[in-house]
């Protein structure tokens, strides 16, 4: 399985940019999917994710109000809408899926809890 992230780019505070992760495999339904950031000098953190049918979403708190993540199955891609962007929030964004797991709920805030990884996608908010 290989996962593509691509919209990342240049916003300024208090703007918007809209990610997607393409997935490679057809059956990509069957995938939990998931959005981390890391900045420089920091550990990777939960973003975002989605559950595979039925779309249970998970978001870190923090951006809760202002990002949605959203997944669009016929097209095998899965998306973060990311709105009144802050300063912050500037990290390489990566996109990630998990293969169906009984005790998701549990991890899915968990980088280790996910198997495939895209390569990521710088975003950067300046003034």
């Known amino acids: 399985v290989q996962l593509q992230a691509s919209g990342g780019g240049l916003a300024q505070i208090g703007g918007s940019l809209r990610l997607s992760c393409s997935v490679s495999?057809?059956?990509?339904?069957?995938?939990?999917m998931g959005w981390f950031r890391q900045a420089p000098g920091t550990e990777r953190e939960f973003v975002a994710a989605?559950?595979?049918?039925?779309?249970?979403?998970y978001y870190r708190p923090s951006i809760q109000d202002r990002f949605t993540i959203s997944r669009d199955d016929a097209k095998n891609t899965v998306y973060l809408q990311m709105n009144s962007l802050k300063f912050e929030d500037a990290a390489v964004y990566y996109c990630?899926?998990?293969?169906?797991?009984?005790?998701?709920?549990?991890?899915?805030?968990?980088?280790?809890?996910?198997?495939?990884w895209g390569q990521g996608t710088q975003v950067t908010v300046s003034s």
């Open positions: 990630a899926a998990a293969a169906p797991r009984s005790d998701y709920s549990g991890y899915y805030y968990v980088p280790a809890a996910y198997d495939y």
């Open positions: 495999d057809e059956t990509s339904s069957r995938y939990a």
């Open positions: 989605i559950r595979w049918s039925g779309g249970r979403t």
